[in-house]
């Protein structure tokens, strides 16, 4: 398996969302990494990722690889952060391996109970067809684009990141698979046993158009002991487009023990 590893100090488990690719994240890698270790990988059934994929095994094949990361570093446990989609691998992630599990952040994480609405289910019927319409689907971030950097700002993100989108696409079959991975998958149940340190974060609730923010505050009625915070003028994008801020407040949580015992505004 192809793993990244960078920085030194609190090792934190970076797991990207639904588009499978590690180097959408890279300005996170490289914001986390001046705060602590961070490894991260694209998701096992990326071409690129060179992990074991078991297609018969489905959604727990994404667990498998994190114990895959850990081992393959020689790590006992770490602290595990999910962005959107990763957000819900790395949660069962915490349910079914606790012990690897020193502390759990999610960002803009989809909840248990998620399921395609009706844009989501248009994409599912043919999405290498329907990738054009996905694009531009992509403009409703631009408004969470302009409240983070500016418009010149929020320009020159944008062009940046299409260009790395462009160099590291995604499969949009791909992208569908991992949907329909879901499809009568209930985790509540597991994950309501989850009692590892917890940090949730979301994005503005007026900004996130992709995760609801209210969807994933579903998180902090199953955990009452989790942490909470806001990364300020940014939505779905936050790590990427606020890395900085990100890593300032992932970095110090996975580094303190038993952080999560008692809910707390971070922001």
């Given at each position: 398996?192809?793993?990244?590893?960078?920085?030194?100090?609190?090792?934190?488990?970076?797991?990207?969302?639904?588009q499978g690719?590690?180097?959408?994240?890279?300005?996170?890698v490289e914001a986390l990494a001046r705060r602590c270790r961070v490894l991260t990988f694209s998701l096992a059934d990326e071409p690129t990722s060179g992990?074991?994929?078991?297609?018969?095994?489905?959604?727990?094949?994404y667990l498998r690889q994190i114990a895959d990361a850990?081992?393959?570093?020689?790590?006992?446990?770490?602290?595990?952060?999910?962005?959107?989609?990763?957000g819900l691998i790395a949660a069962a992630f915490a349910a079914r391996m606790p012990e690897r599990v020193s502390a759990l952040v999610l960002m803009?994480?989809?909840?248990?109970?998620?399921?395609?609405?009706?844009?989501?289910?248009?994409?599912?019927?043919?999405?290498?067809?329907?990738?054009?319409?996905?694009?531009?689907?992509?403009?409703?971030?631009?408004?969470?684009?302009v409240a983070a950097r500016g418009l010149a700002g929020g320009l020159?993100?944008?062009?940046?990141?299409v260009v790395r989108v462009l160099a590291h696409p995604f499969s949009p079959r791909l992208m569908a698979q991992r949907v329909r991975r879901l499809d009568g998958l209930d985790l509540t149940p597991e994950l309501a046993r989850v009692h590892v340190p917890v940090l949730v974060l979301t994005g503005e609730a007026g900004l996130d158009?992709?995760?609801?923010?209210?969807?994933?505050r579903e998180y902090l009625r199953l955990w009452p002991h989790a942490a909470e915070g806001v990364v300020p003028r940014t939505g779905h994008l936050a790590p990427v487009i606020r890395p900085d801020l990100f890593a300032a407040l992932?970095?110090?949580?996975?580094?303190?023990?038993?952080?999560?015992?008692?809910?707390?505004h971070v922001v």
């Open positions: 398996m192809r793993i990244i590893d960078q920085g030194s100090g609190t090792p934190v488990v970076l797991v990207p969302g639904i690719r590690w180097e959408w994240m890279r300005p996170t992990a074991a994929f078991d297609a018969a095994d489905g959604f727990a094949s850990l081992d393959a570093r020689g790590l006992q446990h770490a602290a595990i952060c999910g962005i959107s989609y990763g803009s994480a989809i909840p248990p109970s998620w399921r395609p609405d009706r844009r989501v289910r248009l994409l599912l019927k043919a999405p290498r067809l329907l990738s054009p319409l996905f694009c531009i689907n992509s403009l409703r971030l631009l408004p969470e684009i020159a993100f944008a062009a940046v990141h158009r992709v995760v609801p923010v209210e969807h994933t992932v970095a110090p949580f996975a580094g303190r023990s038993g952080a999560g015992a008692e809910r707390r």
